[in-house]
């Protein structure tokens, strides 16, 4: 834990911040020091909330001085405990720095504060026809700074590609309170190394985002959803090769199994999409598509057998409830049990090949565990949840998953996959980082760290250990 005397140097300095920059109440302490993981305590020494830039900095340099841990913390939506403070650290919380500055219509960009919420930055967007096209179902509390930090994915990344690939510019502070401008709205700066590039993604360890210049795009004119049920996983991958050559362009294609349905409809009183069920569900968005064209394409899709059931959303209202199914599963996993996460990727050819061995591996190893599936077919992203069975405890079960994840990291690593998709490693995966990334990769990982952190105050203990390197 941090020492009490390096706590009351930084509190020493109130007088140099606003009077409300600072908080110690238990409930501040416990809601920011968390994100949605379960497996570790919240216990933050001090919460803190600047509104600009410059109260960033000069806190960080405070911290440098004295050497005191700081967890960046946006919105906790992340899964792997990278947003989590358990060891005395000061969580540095972006909720009040969430100014959306006017668009730019001909540059098409928007420049943000970290804490700009994902949804309020649509929002803003959209009177204009334009969108920021990161989107998921957490889009209304995660905050802009955060899905930058971990590079998010989310729903539409086959049609729009990750987080990274709409973020012109970057305003940093690094460790020691220096301020860095990165790219601004430039769309092209081919001058040495993008260091923006090194930030995007590093979950907060190399320095704290406070503002962002959005790449903005057209609003699709037209897109149409539909809902198929499916009998396999074969039959899932399939129809996603029929889906990338149909007469359309393909905005989101996602999956989940008849055990993520039916604790979506034992949280939530919704009627079930199909009279009958069956065993997967594929949620299918397209743009551009012509009636005339798609008809024919759908009546092959039941001639051939490749689906058993499907319908299509007739107005908006529908399609927000087709979508609902969806992005209600993560939710309603959590109301109706407790849940082991993982978010793995892999390349889609192994997708099949994956789940084969990983159902055998479960079935032999873990007999009569609850396995829900979903993701996000079209980028290889597959979201893994074990669900903890009656029988056990909580502490036997989060026991086992250590066991179970060995077990299911060693397939993702045989098949030449990651072991996090889209929410990072933070303190849950790094044991196994080495699983997707080499030695030599880990090594400049925390020769990186070391020069831009060198007292490792920001986000300590996340990704990898820093004093490992030593060995």
Excluded at 140 to 162: C, P
Excluded at 231 to 256: C, H, I, M, N, Y
Aim: include cysteine; aromatic fraction near 8%; charge should be negative.
């Amino acid at each position: 834990m941090l020492s009490v005397t390096a706590i009351d140097h930084v509190l020493g300095e109130q007088d140099k911040f606003p009077d409300d920059f600072f908080s110690r109440d238990p409930s501040d302490l416990i809601e920011y020091g968390k994100d949605w993981t379960k497996a570790y305590a919240p216990a933050p020494s001090l919460i803190v909330f600047p509104r600009t830039t410059d109260e960033v900095s000069r806190l960080l340099a405070l911290c440098h001085q004295q050497h005191v841990p700081v967890v960046p913390s946006g919105g906790r939506t992340g899964l792997a405990g990278g947003a989590v403070a358990k060891d005395g650290e000061i969580v540095l919380s972006m909720s009040r720095m969430r100014r959306i500055d006017a668009i730019d219509e001909l540059g098409a960009t928007v420049r943000v504060q970290a804490g700009a919420i994902t949804q309020a930055v649509h929002a803003h967007c959209e009177p204009l026809g334009l969108t920021w096209p990161v989107d998921f179902a957490s889009k209304g509390s995660s905050q802009v700074g955060g899905n930058i930090a971990t590079n998010a994915g989310g729903v539409k990344v086959i049609r729009y590609g990750l987080t990274r690939q709409w973020v012109l510019g970057l305003q940093v502070v690094l460790a020691d309170g220096r301020v860095l401008e990165l790219g601004g709205a430039l769309e092209k700066n081919n001058t040495g190394v993008d260091l923006r590039q090194l930030f995007i993604g590093s979950e907060g360890i190399l320095g704290v985002i406070t503002e962002a210049t959005l790449k903005l795009t057209r609003v699709p004119s037209k897109l149409d959803v539909f809902l198929f049920g499916v009998r396999d996983l074969q039959g899932v991958l399939r129809l996603f090769r029929e889906a990338r050559k149909g007469p359309f362009t393909l905005s989101a294609f996602e999956f989940f199994t008849d055990k993520c349905l039916a604790r979506l409809l034992l949280h939530r009183t919704l009627r079930p999409p199909f009279a009958t069920s069956t065993p997967f569900y594929v949620l299918l968005e397209i743009e551009g598509g012509v009636l005339d064209a798609v008809e024919p394409w759908l009546a092959s899709l039941f001639e051939r057998d490749l689906v058993i059931d499907g319908t299509l959303a007739q107005h908006a209202e529908q399609a927000a409830a087709l979508w609902s199914l969806r992005e209600g599963i993560s939710e309603s996993l959590a109301a109706t049990g407790l849940p082991h996460k993982n978010d793995i990727a892999l390349p889609i050819a192994s997708l099949e090949g994956f789940c084969a061995a990983f159902g055998r591996v479960f079935e032999t190893r873990y007999p009569g565990w609850e396995i829900c599936l979903f993701g996000h077919i079209g980028d290889g992203n597959l979201h893994v949840n074990i669900m903890k069975p009656d029988a056990l405890s909580n502490e036997e079960f989060w026991a086992r998953t250590k066991a179970a994840d060995d077990d299911m990291f060693a397939l993702v690593r045989d098949f030449g996959g990651s072991i996090s998709a889209e929410h990072g490693v933070g303190l849950l995966k790094k044991a196994h980082l080495g699983y997707s990334r080499s030695p030599d990769e880990i090594a400049l990982m925390r020769a990186l760290k070391r020069a831009f952190d060198p007292h490792n105050i920001l986000n300590p203990g996340k990704v990898f250990d820093v004093l490992e390197e030593a060995k």
